[in-house]
């Protein structure tokens, strides 16, 4: 969750994205994070895709907001 459009280009993101290509890290990513979460990580590393991961992000809010409400009806 940012409002930077590449945060790719931070020191942090880029030794982010080195660590999970890693093969062991890959499996744990793989059994750890949900599908949707998986997609957000992938969209945020190219510029040209981060609205993407923006807009994915956004929707998985909504509808976690969304479905509290109607759970605690």
């Not at 459009?5 to 062991?24: G, N, V």
């Not at 990580?41 to 907001?65: D, E, I, N, P, Q």
Request: with cysteine.
């Amino acid at each position: 969750r940012t409002s930077n459009p590449t945060p790719r280009h931070t020191l942090f993101a880029k030794e982010l994205y080195q660590e999970l290509s890693r093969p062991d890290y890959t499996y744990a990513v793989a059994h750890n994070f949900t599908r949707m979460e998986r997609a957000i990580v992938y969209f945020h590393r190219s510029a040209s895709t981060a609205w993407m991961g923006k807009a994915c992000s956004t929707g998985c809010r909504l509808m976690k907001s969304i479905s509290k409400r109607f759970m605690s009806k």
